[in-house]
Nanobody, 124 residues
């Protein structure tokens, strides 16, 4: 069993930056690919970014490409999402998720463990 805890959310003005963290406990994250998803009010959960088990491959949704960066520190069992040039449409609850295996999927159904989420609000 893996427990995931997100942190780093908050209120920021458009154009600002936030860094989200996802810390794991229970099991090492080194066996899992990781993903960040978000869910805005009234919308379905959507893929944001993914990173392979080794950290060697990363993937981003087109809507955040060039603005968001995903990274991981397996020694600390922590995954990060650096978010720059934030827009009001980035407002959502952000979730990290762990998927057993090497590569991160863009499909939420492929993930085995989820955190509780951290809220990000971007004001215009």
């Amino acid at each position: 069993q893996v427990q995931l805890l997100e942190s780093g959310g908050g209120l920021v003005q458009a154009g600002g930056s936030l860094r989200l963290s996802c810390a794991a406990s229970g099991r090492t994250l080194s066996n899992y690919a990781m993903g960040w998803f978000r869910q805005a009010p009234g919308k379905e959960r959507e893929f944001v970014s993914g990173i392979s088990r080794s950290g060697g491959s990363t993937y981003h949704a087109d809507s955040v490409k060039g603005r968001f960066t995903i990274s991981r520190d397996n020694a600390k069992d922590t995954v990060y999402l650096e978010m720059n040039s934030l827009k009001p449409e980035d407002t959502a609850v952000y979730y990290c998720a762990a998927q057993w295996g090497a590569l991160a999927s863009r499909r939420s159904s492929q993930y085995d463990y989820w955190g509780q989420g951290t809220e990000v609000t971007v004001s215009s």
